[in-house]
């Protein structure tokens, strides 16, 4: 049977049919209805006003380069700029390449491009080096949580070093629901009261954050990233696999398969929580040696680090265990690797990140 027409401009066959309402569109009205929805969201949200800088988080991967090309097409409509700010997390064979796709961007989209590292940030510290010294402990499968503490760490330190006035990160839909099904199997109702929305406001000092793509499906940005013929970086991240995420994705695929939009639903179900006042957390103090937002005495990355150098990497994720490990009881410590120094952290008020959220 040939294709229907497209059923916005009649003068050409559909390519796809939309996953979510079912509407046939050729592939370039499929990607001015999604630039579309993609402006909708950042103007009914009063995400990112006129005259912001914005610093688009460019991992190399589908969801960043969709949205930096998006927002590369929106930025006069908005009245805002543009920088892309990459975080090497020095995780070898992984992030080189990577990286290479988002200099490849910057240089076709002529978008300045700065790059900020684990190593330089954190006192030496590498992803590699963070799951060497948790390998064979229960933590070791924590990589990918670690990791998050520190980007969203790092990503701050990055826009404000390029002059940010916003971050904004390529999480879609998909995304969303697997950290919403997460912190409903972590029973993290704190987590899950401030996951809704499209951001943070940037409480504490922090660069207000936004995802514009918190409601588009993984489908539709790669069918985007598709029919605008965007060059990206598709590999899965080496430390994935161990990742608890894994487990929320079967599940959401499971789900959506008898409820196509189960992923929006889940994403609209954790704007409209609303927690009992016994359940709130407690409003966050300042970390005791950086002085970034913390829930607790240090903020997670402090905590992460002390950790780190002490051989007991540890993590507060979850309903209020006090920075206890975060993988059940704590095994022998490794010994600490030796080629790494031991760094001091960020000097007290330098790192302004809002350690209290979550950091995917
Ligand atoms: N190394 C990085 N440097 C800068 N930003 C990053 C980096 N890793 C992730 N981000 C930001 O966080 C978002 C979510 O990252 P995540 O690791 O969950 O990957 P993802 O959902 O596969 O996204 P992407 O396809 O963009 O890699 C990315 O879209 C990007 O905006």
């Known amino acids: 049977m040939p294709a229907p027409q497209c059923s916005s401009c009649h003068a050409t066959r559909a390519a796809l049919r939309r996953p979510r309402s079912g509407q046939a569109l050729c592939g370039p009205c499929f990607c001015t209805a999604f630039e579309a929805e993609v402006l909708h969201t950042v103007l009914a949200g009063r995400l990112l006003p006129p005259g912001a800088v914005v610093a688009v988080g460019a991992s190399g ?34 992030r080189d390449a990577a990286l290479a796709a988002v200099r490849r961007q910057a240089a076709r989209w002529d978008l300045p491009l700065t790059v900020v590292a684990y190593a330089d940030l954190f006192g030496g ?8 010294s948790t390998a064979g402990t229960g933590r070791s499968r924590a990589c990918c949580t670690f990791c998050g503490v520190l980007r969203r760490r790092a990503l701050e330190e990055g826009a404000r070093l390029v002059g940010a006035t916003h971050i904004v990160t390529g999480h879609n839909a998909d995304d969303v629901a697997e950290t919403v099904l997460m912190n409903f199997l972590r029973g993290d109702a704190g987590r899950l009261a401030r996951g809704g929305g499209l951001g943070s406001r940037g409480e504490g000092g922090a660069l207000p954050r936004c995802r514009p793509l918190q409601l588009a499906s993984q489908k539709e940005v790669v069918l985007y990233a598709h029919f605008r013929r965007l060059d990206y970086f598709s590999e899965e991240c080496v430390y994935a696999p161990e990742a608890f995420r894994g487990h929320a994705r079967d599940l959401l695929k499971l789900l959506e398969a008898a409820r196509p939009s189960a992923a929006l639903d889940l994403v609209h179900s954790a704007e409209r929580l609303a927690l009992a006042p016994a359940a709130r957390p407690p409003p966050p103090g300042a970390c005791s040696r950086c002085g970034a937002l913390a829930s607790r005495a240090l903020c997670q990355v402090c905590a992460l680090l002390d950790g780190l150098q002490r051989g007991r990497p540890r993590l507060a994720i979850g309903k209020g265990r006090g920075g206890r490990d975060e993988e059940g009881p704590p095994g022998p410590p490794p010994p600490p690797p030796s080629d790494l120094r031991s ?12 350690c209290k959220e979550r950091c995917e």
């Open 125 to 132: 510290w590498t992803m590699d080096a963070v799951a060497r």
């Open 343 to 354: 760094g001091p952290g960020p000097a007290a008020g330098e790192c302004g990140a809002a």
């Open 61 to 94: 991967g589908k969801d960043s380069t969709v949205l930096a090309h998006v927002l590369r097409e929106l930025a006069p409509r908005l009245g805002v700029s543009l920088r892309l700010v990459a975080v090497d997390e020095g995780i070898g064979g992984y």
